[in-house]
């Protein structure tokens, strides 16, 4: 799937499938593209390109069926200014044809709004909290969270990720994206990284903690052959290892190493010690280490600055019929 303003390309051939029952995470800067993609499977945005399918329907010529199955938080939710938090609870409760203004009042509680205020006295993280109530409630099977703790405390912020947990325990497929790359980590089993419009990397979060780095000395006056190190790399884990000579040297002359390994590791140690490196140290790869390796030299991207275009649908928080 495409999607272009112009000259602009703001998606770019992406190719994803989100299967039912997944927390699914999207990862990358501002202006990766990630509320784009989220737009387009929603219909608020017609794609320039390539073909989707969200509940068994097409969001450019279906969006009605597909809004209906979708409980939608997008990154700038907007409230009626007007009415009081449990006015807002009543109002989408009525409208969505899955609502349910009992779990969206309990969902309040456990986020601990209050509810009596009018949303034009609401600071915006309690404004957030309502959004999330009015979005977490509905039944629907599929839910998208566009930075769902985007102006919250931690506190708050570990209750929402509880209350995600929870609605994927009921059944419920997940999708959101985040920059708090723990949630992601904590939360999801599949992840996706978007830079400048690209999908750039797909990863099952177990094969992540299955990955480990180790940091290592060469003593002095000792160089790796890396052709010849890795020509010794027994067969069963020749392709689940990777060697790398840093550029920093120790006070007593030593060289570092990193070694980089995916799949067990217990397996490949005893060849790793044989190498006869110094201070060595194991960590886990981690989400930080593969989102810096795809994000390395990002510096600014023109989707920053999106604004909305002529022609593009206005969405609306919690799906629902349009």
């Not at 602009?8 to 299967?19: G, I, P, S, T, W």
């Not at 109530?133 to 708050?156: F, G, K, R």
């Not at 390395?296 to 593009?312: I, K, M, Q, S, Y």
Request: proline residues 5%.
């Amino acid at each position: 799937m495409s999607k272009r303003y112009g000259n602009f390309r703001a998606l770019v051939d992406c190719n994803l499938e989100v299967h039912r029952g997944d927390i699914f995470g999207l990862l990358g800067p501002n202006g990766a593209g990630k509320t784009t993609l989220i737009r387009s499977l929603l219909g608020y945005l017609n794609r320039s390109g390539g073909r989707a399918s969200v509940c068994g329907a097409d969001p450019q010529t279906d969006p009605v069926t597909v809004r209906q199955n979708v409980s939608y938080l997008p990154g700038d939710a907007r409230l009626p200014r007007h009415l009081r938090g449990d006015g807002v609870l009543r109002f989408f409760a009525d409208i969505h044809p899955r609502g349910d203004l009992s779990r969206s009042r309990a969902i309040a509680e456990a986020l601990e709004l209050d509810t009596r205020r009018h949303v034009s006295m609401m600071s915006t993280g309690m404004r957030q909290k309502l959004a999330l109530a009015v979005v977490l409630a509905p039944a629907t099977p599929l839910l998208i969270l566009d930075e769902p703790t985007a102006n919250l405390d931690p506190t708050v912020r570990g209750t929402v990720m509880e209350l995600v947990s929870q609605a994927h325990r009921e059944g419920r497929t997940v999708i959101f994206s985040s920059h708090v790359l723990s949630e992601i980590e904590d939360t999801c089993n599949r992840v996706a990284f978007l830079r400048g419009g690209h999908l750039v990397l797909e990863l099952q979060m177990a094969d992540l903690f299955q990955r480990h780095r180790i940091w290592a000395d060469l003593p002095a006056g000792t160089g790796l052959d890396r052709s010849a190190t890795l020509a010794s790399v027994p067969d069963s884990f020749r392709d689940h290892i990777s060697i790398t000579e840093v550029d920093s040297i120790a006070s007593d002359g030593a060289v570092s190493v990193r070694i980089d390994t995916a799949g067990d590791l217990a397996p490949m140690l005893p060849w790793i010690s044989s190498l006869g490196l110094h201070r060595m140290r194991i960590e886990p790869l981690g989400l930080r280490s593969v989102y810096d390796s795809v994000h390395h030299d990002t510096l600014e991207d023109p989707r920053d600055h999106e604004v909305a275009r002529d022609g593009d649908v206005n969405e609306h928080i919690g799906g629902g019929a349009a």
